[in-house]
């Protein structure tokens, strides 16, 4: 068309990066921080405090991920969290290319000349992993091993070049990210017989620092209990050893688990009730809430939960009353019982 100029602008890249996908922690009004805890920290904060990422492996209901949160909130940096996940690819944890963005600009000034700009942008969102390496972040993932070990290939060259290897779209062009120096990785993860868990790359493994967490001691228990419940010390300890002591029965030794204890103490006090073996609601919350931990010991094909439960509520109360009487038990607590 004569009189008429047309321009079409090359491809850019626009970069769009989330400012609020992250969290402060800080330790609540319920944290518990026994000698048992304080050591995991203290050994965590060693490592992370020169670099190093630490991943905190073990059983269900160990506390990993409030460690990971502890140690992070001692490092005093913002936090991205992650959760592993089977469906997760790179892309997941940088950034992808989201689509593009189309701008149209007509220009008819002058009436005898029509001046046509179009632009083209392609839209990249970066991801968290991407987040938390450019601003220094702590990054936390959860459960890592549930994602497929091709998924976390990225984290390699961050480990340990702290470079970010990222696709030529991004920044028109820019391919790698150099890493923050402020930036550390807090890594959870389950045993590998778990149903849902990857066997992670020795490559990767190799990058990090591996604590491993077990349950923890009785008096942590005992006051993780009371802190999340709000009941009596008395009852908390005989929640916790009724716990500990149904952990050593059947062909699974990693369970009941601590929450498992929160649960039963946290109805106990909703209720009312007392931790003794004649209350009955103390009986069936037992029953219910550790029932799927003791279902696979039997005898003659028949389940014994129901049998075995009983029959460690009736030792636990009858050991604490005896030692109660014989002014072994443990001090009494505020709210004067024991």
Same mark, same amino acid.
């Given at each position: 068309?004569?009189g !008429?100029?047309? #321009?079409?602008?090359?491809i850019e890249?626009?970069?769009i990066?989330?400012? $609020?996908d992250n969290? =402060?922690?800080?330790p609540? $009004?319920?944290?518990v921080?026994?000698p048992?805890?304080?050591?995991?920290t203290t050994?965590?904060?060693?490592?992370?405090?020169?670099g190093y990422?630490?991943?905190? *492996?073990?059983?269900? &209901?160990?506390?990993?991920?409030?460690?990971?949160f502890?140690?992070? %909130?001692?490092?005093?940096r913002p936090?991205?969290l992650?959760?592993?996940?089977?469906?997760?690819g *790179?892309?997941?944890?940088?950034?992808?290319?989201?689509?593009?963005? #189309?701008?149209?600009?007509?220009?008819?000034?002058?009436?005898? =000349?029509?001046?046509?700009?179009?632009e083209?942008?392609?839209?990249?969102?970066d991801?968290?992993?991407?987040?938390?390496?450019r601003?220094?972040?702590?990054?936390?993932?959860d459960?890592?091993?549930?994602?497929r070990?091709?998924?976390n290939?990225?984290?390699?060259?961050?480990l340990?070049e702290?470079?970010?290897?990222?696709?030529?779209?991004r920044r !028109?062009?820019?391919?790698?990210?150099? =890493?923050?120096?402020?930036?550390?990785a807090?890594f !959870?993860?389950n045993?590998?017989?778990y149903? &849902?868990?990857?066997k992670?790359q020795d490559a990767?493994?190799?990058?990090?620092?591996?604590?491993?967490? $077990?349950?923890y001691?009785? &008096?942590?228990?005992?006051?993780i209990?009371r802190a #999340?419940?709000g009941v009596?010390r008395?009852d908390?300890t005989?929640i916790?050893?009724?716990?500990?002591?149904?952990?050593?029965v059947?062909?699974?030794?990693h369970?009941?688990?601590?929450? %498992? %204890?929160? %649960?039963?103490a946290?109805v106990l006090a909703?209720?009312?009730?007392r931790a003794?073996?004649?209350?009955k609601?103390f009986?069936?919350?037992?029953?219910?809430?550790?029932?799927?931990?003791?279902?696979k010991?039997?005898?003659g094909g028949?389940?014994?939960?129901?049998? #075995?439960?009983?029959?460690v509520?009736?030792k636990?109360c009858?050991?604490?009353?005896v030692g109660?009487?014989?002014g072994?038990g443990?001090?009494p607590?505020?709210?004067?019982a024991?």
């Open positions: 068309m004569s !008429t100029e047309l #321009k079409i602008a090359s890249t626009e970069v990066t989330p400012s $609020d969290i =402060v922690p800080e609540g $009004d319920r944290f921080c026994t048992h805890v304080e050591e995991l050994r965590a904060m060693a490592y992370l405090e020169v990422s630490v991943h905190f *492996s073990g059983a269900a &209901g160990t506390g990993k991920t409030t460690l990971a502890h140690a992070a %909130a001692r490092l005093g936090v991205i992650v959760h592993g996940d089977d469906d997760f *790179s892309s997941d944890l940088i950034g992808r290319d989201a689509g593009y963005k #189309k701008s149209r600009l007509v220009d008819n000034f002058i009436h005898s =000349v029509v001046k046509t700009e179009e083209m942008r392609s839209l990249w969102v991801n968290r992993l991407t987040t938390a390496c601003d220094g972040y702590t990054l936390i993932y459960e890592f091993t549930r994602s070990p091709e998924a290939n990225v984290l390699l060259s961050i340990e702290k470079i970010l290897n990222l696709p030529s779209l !028109t062009g820019e391919g790698y990210l150099e =890493v923050h120096p402020s930036f550390r807090i !959870t993860s045993p590998e017989e149903a &849902g868990v990857h992670t990767l493994m190799d990058r990090i620092i591996t604590i491993n967490v $077990d349950h001691d009785r &008096g942590t228990e005992i006051e209990t #999340k419940s009596s008395r908390a005989v916790v050893d009724i716990v500990r002591e149904l952990r050593l059947g062909v699974n030794n369970r009941p688990t601590i929450r %498992a %204890a929160i %649960a039963i946290r909703h209720s009312g009730a003794e073996e004649n209350d609601i009986q069936w919350l037992c029953r219910d809430v550790l029932s799927a931990d003791t279902a010991v039997t005898r028949h389940p014994l939960m129901d049998k #075995k439960v009983g029959e509520i009736r636990v009858n050991n604490n009353t109660r009487k014989a072994k443990l001090p607590d505020k709210e004067g024991l």
